[in-house]
């Protein structure tokens, strides 16, 4: 019989779908063909069945992208701590619109408003105060023209419920066109609404930080991982609820993190190459508060340094034996 040669990588069969080689998900809806939200029941659920809004996808897939040779263990984690702020870029710039001379003129609270966010590090670091005015104030100008909309359509709703993620398409349609007939009559002009809600943030913000310079995001943006117990057994939460940290990162952006959620897990691992991989968890192996290993692993977690992904030496061994 002739010599029948190895195979090599080259010639293993294989399909790529897509042609990029490349997928990202970040709880963003991955179909737009109908057929194909009828099978995944995507047709029938209110509100985009609460999916995420694309930025965060964009920014892991453009993170992705850029990568000029194969992705390796270190690439996964700089992508996942990414906390560049490209989603809220736009309305930074909106804001230095809106904030133009005339609306400052006899307003020294908005002329300040504007020289903390003009120069801001477009990044949602701790340190960062224009990125807590910048978010601050897309959250206010949203929640108002979802408001006024509902109103305007006699639909009752609570005051405290928030607009869908997928609302941010037609707001800031509704920002950057300004249709009059869509404006409640309170308002001259797009113009006064959104100067109006510099105002409403600023107000806000001065409840919990007077001091607008000393607004970080860092302070709004605070993990706090406690157990079931601690709210019922408030003596024991230094004990049994984890470090109270502030935190870099926010929703729509890749180090998904803010003061009720963010990422329970972050880990990266090839076959045969299980020796480079990190994982990363909020807390240890063990229940109990008193093991070492209660905590082991939150300030990594929290500091985004990585953790082997294999396990270490046995420490400890537990052995049972029937009697």
Same mark, same amino acid.
């Given at each position: 019989?002739?010599?029948?040669?190895?195979?090599? =990588?080259?010639?293993?069969? /294989?399909?790529?779908?897509?042609? $990029?080689?490349?997928? *990202?998900? %970040?709880? @963003?809806? !991955?179909? &737009?063909?109908?057929?194909?939200?009828?099978?995944?029941?995507?047709?029938?659920?209110?509100?985009?069945?609460?999916?995420?809004?694309?930025?965060?996808?964009?920014?892991?897939r453009?993170?992705?992208?850029?990568?000029?040779?194969?992705?390796?263990?270190a690439?996964?984690?700089?992508?996942?701590?990414?906390?560049?702020?490209?989603?809220?870029?736009?309305?930074?710039?909106?804001?230095?619109?809106?904030?133009?001379?005339?609306?400052? =003129?006899?307003?020294?609270? /908005?002329?300040?408003?504007?020289? $903390?966010?003009?120069? *801001?590090? %477009?990044? @949602?670091? !701790?340190? &960062?105060?224009?990125?807590?005015?910048?978010?601050?104030?897309?959250?206010?100008?949203?929640?108002?023209?979802w408001?006024?909309?509902?109103?305007?359509?006699?639909?009752?709703h609570?005051?405290?419920?928030?607009?869908?993620?997928?609302?941010?398409?037609?707001?800031?349609?509704?920002?950057?066109t300004q249709?009059?007939?869509?404006?409640a009559?309170?308002?001259?002009?797009w113009?006064?609404?959104?100067?109006a809600?510099?105002?409403?943030?600023?107000?806000?913000?001065?409840?919990?930080?007077?001091? $607008?310079?000393?607004?970080?995001?860092?302070?709004?943006?605070?993990?706090?991982?406690?157990?079931?117990?601690?709210?019922?057994?408030?003596?024991?939460?230094?004990?049994?609820d984890?470090?109270?940290?502030?935190?870099?990162?926010?929703?729509?952006?890749?180090?998904?993190?803010?003061?009720?959620?963010?990422?329970?897990?972050?880990?990266?691992?090839?076959?045969?190459?299980?020796?480079?991989?990190?994982?990363?968890?909020?807390?240890?192996?063990?229940?109990?508060?008193?093991?070492?290993?209660?905590?082991?692993?939150?300030?990594?977690?929290?500091?985004?340094?990585?953790?082997?992904?294999?396990?270490?030496?046995?420490?400890?061994?537990?052995?049972?034996?029937?009697?």
């Amino acid at each position: 019989m002739p010599a029948v040669a190895w195979t090599t =990588a080259a010639d293993h069969p /294989r399909i790529v779908d897509p042609a $990029l080689g490349l997928l *990202w998900t %970040a709880n @963003a809806r !991955v179909a &737009s063909d109908p057929r194909q939200l009828q099978l995944i029941g995507g047709n029938l659920a209110s509100l985009g069945a609460e999916y995420n809004l694309g930025a965060r996808a964009g920014q892991i897939r453009d993170d992705l992208m850029a990568l000029t040779r194969p992705a390796t263990h270190a690439d996964m984690l700089r992508i996942q701590l990414d906390d560049r702020a490209l989603f809220l870029g736009r309305w930074q710039t909106l804001l230095l619109t809106v904030l133009d001379a005339q609306a400052l =003129a006899g307003h020294p609270q /908005r002329a300040e408003f504007r020289g $903390l966010i003009e120069h *801001w590090n %477009a990044q @949602a670091s !701790v340190d &960062s105060v224009g990125y807590r005015l910048v978010r601050a104030y897309h959250d206010r100008a949203q929640q108002a023209a979802w408001d006024m909309l509902l109103a305007a359509l006699r639909v009752r709703h609570d005051a405290a419920d928030w607009p869908p993620e997928q609302f941010e398409g037609p707001l800031w349609q509704l920002v950057t066109t300004q249709p009059l007939h869509l404006l409640a009559k309170e308002y001259a002009d797009w113009p006064e609404f959104l100067r109006a809600q510099v105002d409403a943030t600023i107000a806000e913000l001065a409840v919990r930080c007077p001091q $607008l310079a000393h607004c970080t995001w860092g302070a709004r943006n605070t993990v706090r991982i406690r157990h079931p117990l601690s709210r019922a057994l408030p003596r024991l939460s230094r004990l049994i609820d984890m470090p109270t940290l502030e935190l870099p990162g926010d929703r729509n952006m890749p180090r998904v993190q803010d003061d009720i959620q963010g990422a329970s897990e972050r880990f990266a691992v090839s076959p045969g190459r299980e020796s480079e991989g990190y994982l990363h968890l909020p807390g240890g192996q063990s229940g109990h508060p008193l093991s070492p290993f209660y905590r082991a692993g939150f300030m990594a977690w929290a500091r985004g340094e990585p953790l082997p992904f294999l396990p270490g030496p046995a420490e400890h061994t537990l052995t049972m034996t029937p009697d």
